[in-house]
């Protein structure tokens, strides 16, 4: 890998050794780096976007798709001139991307509360010698083979929200309570992201003019908001669950595109940004790329551009590998500077600094993260903060629940449950909640479809296991692993 100077410029700046030099030459070079990245990304994103079929299917993503193209024309004219239409384009897309998420949200509770029916309208032969115990226990088993917590967590939280809820409505706030009470000495944003985690798997938050984005979803949503699920009919329940995996489907490609168009607009920002006359071989390469697409694609038919391209893209391969991994680097060295001494205060050499971050983050994977995050320290939460926000949600949770149908109402706090983080801390803890909640079901075809959804979940994580797996892995040396675990693993 080439060896760059910004770490030799970065001790230099710590100790303030010809420091107005040294910054000089750490912000260019990085600048650099950024905009050569920038500028191969958004080369091959173009094309592959001037070929997705896809990105034709939807007005509003269309319209979003010809705004970014104009602000590209003017970008490669007149960087400094798109940098402010570029963040407004940004925080536009992060809105839709909010109101994507809360859709899913709000189709999720409707697909649980769908999928609860199934052993009512659908053939379920429940096995005879079905025994919650033992299920449960081969459930922990699967589990404490899991090695990271991560994905520990994220298994556990589906098993427990695929679960029907057998509790009452005091027991599930004294887990909210609980979940919450996790969160007592850490810093407050913690806290309030958890808070909008929770709210949006209750189906709580919606944000402002919600509505106006994608209708179709809205007039999707509103169907399955009337459906009377206590007396649903054999005919709305095959049309409302073939509605909610079309709604999902068509979800997951809207999320997709603009997603797409978040990563590009985030790297023609990047360029905007730039205070950077250079320009490689790569860049070169890069913009005429970026011409060429934004000639011959405008967003009423898919073009067909790889055969006319191929000679220049083959220029920009190898470009993209080695910056991305340097970017991690560059990263690590913002954050060492921001937290030295020269340039903790206020100054207009710590903005120049918070600049290269906010290009860092234009190229990472978080495609929304916030580019004027407080660099105040957080404030810690005290027990009383966590009570408040306790009361407040309990407030709201029970407003919802007591206006919903029950086959809905558990739905959410089903939901709600999976997302806490304390309540279900080891897997043992987990088997007795499994044993409880499928004892608590009368009918045995409705307990073999959650048992069967469990071990969907479980297949699907293995399935995942056994394609990373190397090959040489031996059985033996398997079985030695999971004995050093114990039961008790903790989430």
């Known amino acids: 890998m080439k060896q760059y100077q910004y ?3 970065e001790r230099n700046m710590i100790k303030n050794k010809d420091e107005a030099a040294n910054r000089a030459s750490y912000v260019k070079e990085i600048e650099t780096l950024a905009q050569k990245l920038a500028y191969a990304s958004a080369a091959y994103e173009f094309v592959g976007l001037s070929q997705d079929e896809k990105i034709l299917e939807n007005e509003e993503v269309v319209l979003l798709g010809r705004e970014m193209f104009s602000l590209a024309k003017t970008l490669l004219d007149q960087p400094a001139a798109a940098e402010k239409d570029l963040l407004k384009l940004r925080d536009k897309l992060k809105k839709h991307m909010d109101c994507l998420v809360v859709y899913n949200d709000r189709f999720s509770i409707y697909a649980k509360v769908i999928a609860s029916m199934r052993a009512q309208f659908e053939t379920i032969e429940p096995d005879p010698k079905f025994d919650a115990e033992d299920f449960a226990e081969q459930v922990v088993n699967a589990l404490i083979k899991e090695k990271d917590n991560a994905s520990l967590k994220t298994i556990m939280m589906e098993i427990i929200s695929e679960l029907p809820v057998r509790m009452t409505r005091i027991k599930f706030y004294e887990h909210v309570s609980d979940g919450l009470s996790v969160y007592i000495g850490s810093d407050k944003s913690s806290l309030d992201d958890f808070l909008y985690t929770v709210r949006n798997a209750a189906g709580l938050y919606e944000p402002e003019g919600m509505q106006t984005f994608f209708p179709e979803l809205a007039e999707y949503l509103k169907q399955f908001m009337e459906y009377d699920y206590s007396h649903i009919s054999a005919d709305d329940y095959a049309i409302a669950a073939f509605t909610i995996n079309e709604c999902f489907s ?4 809207l ?6 168009l978040a990563t590009i607009t985030n790297e023609l920002l990047v360029i905007a940004m730039s205070k950077n006359d250079e320009t490689s071989e790569s860049t070169s390469v890069s913009r005429e790329i970026l011409t060429k697409v934004m000639d011959a694609f405008s967003f009423e038919e898919n073009v067909e551009l790889i055969d006319v391209l191929m000679d220049r893209l083959v220029m920009l391969e190898g470009v993209q590998e080695p910056l991305l991994e340097e970017m991690y680097e560059i990263e690590s060295s913002i954050e060492n500077l921001l937290h030295s001494p020269n340039y903790e205060k206020a100054s207009e050499k710590k903005d120049e600094i918070l ?8 190229l990472s994977v978080n495609n929304y993260s916030d580019l004027d995050r407080d660099e105040k320290p957080q404030a810690v939460c005290e027990r009383t903060d966590v009570a408040v ?6 407030n709201e949770l029970d407003e919802l629940l007591r206006k919903v149908e029950k086959p809905v109402a558990r739905a959410i706090m089903s939901r709600v449950l999976g997302y806490l983080p304390s309540n279900f801390a080891n897997v043992r803890n987990l088997k007795e909640y499994i044993v409880a909640s499928l004892s608590g079901c009368s009918d045995p075809k409705e307990r073999a479809v959650y048992a069967e959804n469990i071990m969907d979940i479980l297949y ?3 399935e995942d296991d056994e394609y990373d797996e190397d090959e040489a892995f031996e059985d033996e040396a398997y079985e030695e692993d999971v004995e050093e675990v114990s039961p008790d693993t903790e989430a």
């Open 7 to 9: 770490k030799t410029y």
């Open 250 to 253: 068509y979800l997951s490609m």
């Open 255 to 260: 999320m997709d595109l603009v997603n797409i």
């Open 355 to 362: 600049r290269l971050r906010n290009l860092c983050e234009l």
């Open 389 to 394: 926000e306790f009361a407040k949600l309990q």
């Open 460 to 462: 699907s994580y293995e």
